[in-house]
C-alpha cells in the first residue's frame, strides 16, 4: 500500500514504536519491516487527531530537500 495522492516518493509502511509526548511537538518512533527505525517530530495535536498510538501501522512519509552524511 502506499500513499499515491500525495508528491512523496519515499514511503515506509512500519508499526508505531514509540511515542514520546511534549506540550507541543511530540516524537514519533516508526519501525519498518526491515527493521528500520524512522523518527518523526510532529504536533500533539496531530498526532491525537491521527489516533496514533504504539502498535498501529501507520506510512512515514519522507519528503527532503537535503540528507548530510558523515563518515565514520
Known sequence: MSITA??????????????????????IDVETPQGLIVTSVITTRSVQELGLEVGREVIALVKSTEVS???L
Open 6 to 27: 500525495i508528491n512523496v516518493r519515499n514511503q515506509f509502511r512500519g508499526v508505531v514504536r514509540e511515542i514520546i509526548l511534549g506540550p507541543v511537538v511530540s516524537e
Open 69 to 71: 552524511i558523515a563518515a
